[in-house]
């Protein structure tokens, strides 16, 4: 395959689409090297900052990375973000990860406006606030916050959660068992707190997710979350029943 000049997609749109067919029908491994901007500039007729603007672009959306004075590198492949009710303990599980948490944050504090709201509760009632790093293998992968109405779950504040799944302790020891949810994801900019926790930088695309977990219609979780946009990836089948 080659470069059609007289097409009209932009040159470095093409030699996008025949870099990521090289790469399937390569089947290179990740962590594997790309050919050098030269050699691709020589190879597909193209100037050397056209190469970098395709380059660019798979950089930027996370499928291949840089190490200056080295080369360009296949990224490993981002991790399907679940759809399901799953807990990050479980979802990891599924995929071959460690699941691990890291306390950044533990208190009781009384629920104002937006967490009132979504949990429905009175403004000033007691609510667990929970903030942890979530990783995998070892890898920050998410910092998730967690507020759940004291009334569901007394004594959660006095209970380690080090190692432990909360979906799983908020089963066995409150017989809550999460029964529906309803989540929203939007796409969003890191500020330095979380990047510097996520080990990005400043200023990174990442993925916010809100969600309510219920219990027989009552909202018993109310998370919001940073998830890395250069790890996960959105995937859900369609049904065009539904
Ligand atoms: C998911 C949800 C969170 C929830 C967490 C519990 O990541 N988005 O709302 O707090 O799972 O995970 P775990 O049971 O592993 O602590």
């Known amino acids: 395959m080659r470069i059609d000049p007289a097409s009209p997609v932009p040159k470095y749109a093409q030699l996008r689409d025949l870099l990521l067919d090289w790469i399937e029908e390569t089947q290179l491994s990740v ?6 901007e030269r050699e691709l500039g020589v190879r597909y007729g193209l100037s050397r900052m056209t190469v970098r603007q395709t380059i660019d672009h798979l950089v930027s959306e996370g499928k ?23 807990s990050f303990t479980e979802d990891m599980r599924s995929r071959g990860f460690a699941p691990g948490a890291q306390d950044l944050a533990r208190r009781v504090e009384a629920a104002r406006g937006h967490v009132a709201r979504m949990l429905d509760i009175d403004t000033g009632a007691p609510v667990h606030h929970i903030e942890r790093l979530r990783t995998a293998d070892g890898e920050p992968m998410a910092i998730e916050r967690s507020n759940i109405p004291l009334s569901v779950a007394p004594g ?87």
């Open 156 to 242: 959660l504040a006095e209970r380690s959660l080090s190692g432990r799944s909360l979906y799983q302790l908020l089963e066995d020891e409150y017989g809550l068992i999460l029964d529906s949810g309803e989540q929203t994801i939007e796409a969003g900019l890191c500020d330095p707190t979380d990047a510097r926790l996520l080990g990005l930088p400043p200023g990174s695309a990442v993925l916010l997710l809100q969600r309510r977990s219920f219990v027989n219609g009552k909202c018993v979780e109310l998370a919001i979350s940073t998830y890395r946009a250069d790890r996960y990836q959105l995937h859900s089948t369609l049904d065009p029943r539904q």
């Open 64 to 86: 291949l990375y840089r190490v200056p004075g080295k080369g360009t590198f296949l990224a490993r492949p981002k991790i399907e973000m679940s759809l399901r009710m799953a």
């Open 31 to 36: 962590d594997g090297a790309i050919p050098s």
